[in-house]
């Protein structure tokens, strides 16, 4: 099952490398990682998007917790939350037939064309990590994908509730 | 007014004394040669010098475990950082807390593959608590006694401070502030058990038929032996110990079943299977403990003490999940235990009793004696009887460890010291080591075999300079013994790699060090030799026994079976 932590730890050199670290050390799986300070300097917030039974989670979660550095984690998924994803997409369009696709495509899926070359437009896109795949498909189906980048999933909860020291 | 000024390679020195540390166990090298010179200045901290980085780890790990003080490793960048690898990994496995202080070089030099250049941080990220790397000189107290605290907090473990030599030379001087009492907004490991789960294990304790105290090493690493033996006691429960937890009830305590697991008695393995309430307190449901984890004790509600939230329910699943410090979940246990009206059900504990004694009474902690070829198990024996169950065992691995464990029962905790959870071979001897410097006047004894001996040998020359008279008794049977009974069990008795060709002379060796040899070659001579062997108060003694090299270690678990699916003798299942 997919779950989005959040993980509040201190700004330090090499907390990242012990949260990776301990993900392929115990053999846990990451399919997305961001990480940034946060509006106070002195903390890092990471989401990671990872998978596993409630047992393996429920491990996940107290081995990121014994970090030293871990100030609080969290997992999204366990309530009711917002999560994004930002896809920024290279695609041929040579022709007028494959810009206008590109165009229309885009407009659905309520992105911008945020660049033009001669041959490519590059296109951004924003939503759930479902919306950023059904948008690659449905492109693909029209014209060529050059190049893909993803940043990763981040999430906040809904409401009230904020991780903060 | 003049704040007075220090070089980093002071401060180390000064903080170590402000944390009382007494022992240093190291090995010089370019990029610590400023700290040298400071511990050269001084007379609060003393240098124990090895022969091998490695070795200096072990020591400190014995020095730590024996005396319940955090022990703290010295070397230099690169390969004497990575030659503390195996130790930091030793002492974590073990939770045993240690600050090992490793150089670098400077700075502006990290990131160019300079001379002697290794990230230790990065190496010992997986095996340690935690790590620091200074990047200000007048970080450096703060960040040791931060290192201090998180080895010795919570559940301990090894700490890893990397100081590059621009912060240590003589041309930068600082101030000098240390926090003896430290505060981390990320770190607050939990004391006390939560009251709902206390009130929960002890009315499942109350109605249990069969309970098992099943403790491990926390007891021993929280000093809490005395309130298990009271919490035993009160409730007349069965005790089993670990390989770590072994001392943590006494060994000859009426209510004590033996030692469980791949090598454990019967009676603790049976009485695991069977029971109908596991009270499990500082252990960690170890594979070498449970074997297969799909057949193990289906039938038991599992209480599990631990201060580790993350040892809770990770190969075994715990009904009634409890962290905290092992010996303040004891006190509550004890005081709900006393607030309800307990009432204990005496014909079911009768009963318990009646079956264990049945499962005693098969002696599965025994052998047939040879009048000809020594078996190990009898040495294990004369050294208890010589030292009156009163000395400290340092053991090395491999069969020679599961016999000392077997046969040799601990009246106290930290008086049994091996390497449980790693299973390092050549922790024996600096162990021993580090014991002796914390207890120069208890015997001291490192259990070993000819393979274990000679991957730290090299030490005997440290016990030579610091006069270190530890007892080696070692279980020659010129071959590898565990790897050989495997090979025996498992594979077709093809003996590949496991016998040593070209033993030294072990008495001339030991003697070329400077100390005393003795080798015991015959049955008959083993007592008196002995006896000789530990009236030498003031020398080392190295006493090589020839034992019988087709000896195994028996109970033995059957592979992927239940905790008590066990070979009681060769070719006799239980």
Known sequence: MR?????????????????????????????????????????????????????????????????????????LTERSHVERELLLVKLL???????????????????????????????????????LDAFISAVANETEIVEVVRSGTVGIARGEKALRV | MTTELYTG?????????????????????????DIYDAIFNQDKVEHILVRHEQAATHMADGYTRATGEVGVVLATSGPGATNCVTGIAT????????????????????????????????????????????????????????????????RPGPVVVELPKDMLIPQNKGEFHIDTEIKLRSYNPSVKGHPKQIKKAVKTIKSAERLVVYTGGGIVLANASEQLTELVERLNAPCTNTLMGLGGISGVHPNFIGMLGMHGSLEANKAMANADVILALGARFDDRVTNNVSKFCPNATIIHVDIDPTSISKTINAHIPIV?????????????????????????????????????????????????????????????????????VCSDVGQHQMFAAQYYPFAKPRQWINSGGLGTMGFGLPAAMGV???????????????????????????????????????LNNRSLGMVRQWQDMIY???????????????????????????????????????????????????????????????????????????????????
């Open chain 1, 3 to 75: 779950r989005i932590l959040a993980i509040l730890l201190e700004n330090e050199p090499g907390s990242l490398s012990r949260i990776v670290g301990l993900f392929s050390q115990r053999a846990f799986n990451i399919e997305s990682l961001t990480v940034a300070p946060t509006d106070d300097q002195s903390l890092s917030r990471i989401t990671i998007t990872t998978s596993g039974d409630d047992r393996v989670l429920e491990q996940i979660i107290k081995q990121v917790n014994k970090l030293i550095d871990v100030i609080k984690v969290t997992d």
């Open chain 1, 93 to 131: 369009a040579m022709n007028d037939k494959s810009r206008t696709e590109v165009k229309r495509i885009t407009d659905i899926f309520r992105g911008a064309i945020i660049d033009i070359g001669k041959q490519v437009y590059t296109v951004q896109i924003t939503g759930d990590a479902d919306k």
């Open chain 2, 9 to 33: 390679a002071e401060m180390v020195v000064k903080a170590l004394a402000a944390l009382k540390v007494k022992y240093i166990f190291g090995y010089p090298g370019g990029s610590v040669l």
């Open chain 2, 91 to 154: 002492a974590y496995m073990d939770s045993i807390p240690m600050v090992v202080l490793a150089g670098q070089v400077a700075t502006s030099l990290i990131g160019d593959d300079a001379f002697q250049e290794t990230d230790i941080v990065g190496c010992s990220r997986p095996i340690v608590k935690h790590s620091f790397s200074c990047r200000k000189l007048e970080d450096i107290p703060n960040i040791i006694s931060k290192a201090f605290y998180l080895a010795n907090s919570g």
């Open chain 2, 324 to 392: 905290g410090l092992v010996d303040t979940v004891i006190e509550q246990l004890m005081a709900e235990l006393s607030d309800s009206d307990y009432q204990q059900n005496e014909q079911a504990l009768e009963s318990w009793w009646q079956q264990i004694e049945e499962w005693r009474n098969q002696k599965s902690i025994s052998y047939k004696a040879d009048g000809d070829k020594i078996k190990p198990q009898q040495v294990i024996e004369s050294m208890y009887e010589i030292t009156k169950g009163e000395a400290y």
């Open chain 2, 436 to 474: 002796k410097v914390a207890f120069p006047d208890s015997h001291v004894i490192c259990v070993t075999g000819d393979g274990s001996i000679q991957m730290n040998i090299q030490e005997l020359s440290t016990c030579l300079q610091y006069n270190l008279p530890v007892v080696i008794v070692s």
């Open chain 2, 492 to 574: 077709g008795g093809r003996h590949s790699s496991s016998y040593m060709e070209s033993l030294p002379d072990f008495i001339k060796l030991a003697e070329s060090y400077g100390h005393v040899g003795i080798q015991i070659n015959h049955v008959s001579e083993l007592e008196e030799k002995m006896t000789e062997a530990f009236s030498i108060r003031n020398r080392l003694v190295f006493v090589d026994v020839l034992v019988d090299e087709t000896e195994h270690v028996y109970p033995m678990q059957v592979r992927h079976g239940a905790v008590d699916d066990m070979w009681i003798r060769k070719g006799e299942k239980a």
